[in-house]
């Protein structure tokens, strides 16, 4: 999951360094975004902003597969929603 993580916090439209996963990491970009999902499911806008592939060595009777799904929002800010409707917005998370 190490390098899932490392994929998520690489900054975006940056294409891994061998041509060949380059070549899947933008197939998958736009595969995934002719699923016309959209934000949130709601099939408005791209269904996914980027996609990011790491490699590693490995056994050859195994092979792991980590996946990390996480909005932008996410990773960017917290907010907090009262009972009395108000919301506080943390934008240093």
């Known amino acids: ?3 899932a993580k490392n994929a998520l916090l690489k900054p975006f439209k940056v294409r891994n360094s ?3 996963v380059a070549e899947i990491e933008e197939e998958l970009y ?3 975004n002719e699923l016309k999902i959209g934000a949130m ?3 408005e806008g791209p ?3 980027d ?9 050859p009777a195994s092979l792991p ?3 990390v799904i996480s909005c932008w929002a ?18 240093s998370a």
């Open 1 to 3: 999951m190490k390098l």
């Open 18 to 20: 061998n041509q060949k």
């Open 30 to 32: 736009e595969k995934l």
């Open 41 to 43: 499911g709601l099939g």
């Open 47 to 49: 269904s996914v902003l």
């Open 51 to 59: 996609v990011h592939v790491e490699m590693a060595a490995r056994h």
């Open 65 to 67: 597969v980590g996946i």
């Open 74 to 91: 996410l990773r960017h800010a917290k907010a907090t929603i009262s009972a009395d409707g108000s919301v506080e917005i943390d934008t």
